[in-house]
Every structure is written in C-alpha cells, then in structure tokens.
Nanobody, 116 residues
Framework: QVQLVESGGGLVQPGGSLTLSCTASGTTIFNILTLGWYRQSPGKQREWVATITGDDKTTYADSGKDRFTISRENSKNTAYLHMNGLKAEDTAVYYC?????????WGQGTQVTVSS
C-alpha cells in the first residue's frame, strides 16, 4: 500500500519562503513515478500546482510559475515543493500525489498560511 506523508507547512509572512516535503512508502519504483502537488483553499476546488515526472520533467500552474520549484530526491523517496515570494492567496492545504500504474495516491495535506 502506497502512503504519502507531507511536512513543512506553517505560518509565513508575505514574501517569505517555505519548502514542503512529501515522502512515499510502499513502493520500490519511486524513481520512475510521476509526482505532484495540489492545493485547496477554503471554499475553493482543489487546484493543481506542479508536477514532476520520473525523468525530471517539471510543469507548473501559472499561479506558481517563477516562484515555486518542484524537485525530487529518489534516494529518500521524497519530493519537494520550494515556494518563494509567498502571497496571501497561496494560503491553502497542500497535498502531494503520486501516480502508480494509473492509480493516484494522496497524502493527508499540510497547511500553509501566508499572513502578516
């Protein structure tokens, strides 16, 4: 059973930075899997943030382009979302996902709050 655990969320001031981590267990082929991040704000639908493929191709939603960077460390079965220049509208619960053989697995989410 694949499990994902996110960490790294918290309270940050506007303009600040955070790095979220997502560690996977229950799979031996992490290095070839596609992973990504979504986020959900209160009253809004979950929205896609970024994706990284097994060969390290990355794509970003316009909302985070030039501010967010997705990366992975296969030796640790971990993906990261580095966020810079955070804005109040980035406040949300951030979820990581992993696609394995056509099935999406999700973490429990980590709260990011951008506020002064």
């Amino acid at each position: 059973q694949v499990q994902l655990v996110e960490s790294g969320g918290g309270l940050v001031q506007p303009g600040g930075s955070l790095t979220l981590s997502c560690t996977a267990s229950g799979t031996t082929i992490f290095n070839i899997l596609t992973l990504g991040w979504y986020r959900q704000s209160p009253g809004k639908q979950r929205e896609w943030v970024a994706t990284i493929t097994g060969d390290d191709k990355t794509t970003y939603a316009d909302s985070g382009k030039d501010r967010f960077t997705i990366s992975r460390e296969n030796s640790k079965n971990t993906a990261y979302l580095h966020m810079n220049g955070l804005k109040a509208e980035d406040t949300a619960v951030y979820y990581c996902y992993l696609n394995r053989v056509g099935v999406d697995y999700w973490g429990q989410g980590t709260q990011v709050t951008v506020s002064s």
